[in-house]
Nanobody
Framework: QVQLVESGGGLVQPGGSLRLSCAAS????????IVWFRQAPGKEREGVSC?????????DYADSVKGRFTISRDNAKNTVYLQMNSLKPEDTAVYYC???????????WGQGTQVTVSS
């Protein structure tokens, strides 16, 4: 069983930066694809960014965050990061990390971390 713990959320002014972390225990994240999702009040959960397993390492971003957010992984720390720059009020949401291995039942969610962008 994999446990995912997100951290790094908080209150930041527009234009500011935050780095979210998704730390895993119970298994190595090397073989997992990781997706950062977010959910704002009254809205559906949406995918923000993803990174494939370590043997590939491809990344992708939602158009709304492209050029501002960067996803990365640190295999030694078994952690995936989401660096968020030039934050906007519309980035306000609970951010979740999701890990899965395709064609298996290994599929896990973290508990979420709140990001609030406000002056």
């Amino acid at each position: 069983q994999v446990q995912l713990v997100e951290s790094g959320g908080g209150l930041v002014q527009p234009g500011g930066s935050l780095r979210l972390s998704c730390a895993a225990s119970g298994d190595s994240l090397d073989y997992y694809a990781i997706v950062w999702f977010r959910q704002a009040p009254g809205k559906e959960r949406e995918g923000v960014s993803c990174i494939s397993s370590s043997d590939d390492g491809r990344t992708d971003y939602a158009d709304s965050v492209k050029g501002r957010f960067t996803i990365s992984r640190d295999n030694a720390k078994n952690t995936v990061y989401l660096q968020m720059n030039s934050l906007k009020p519309e980035d306000t949401a609970v951010y979740y990390c999701h890990a899965d291995v395709v064609f298996t039942t290994r599929d896990y969610w973290g508990q979420g971390t709140q990001v609030t962008v406000s002056s």
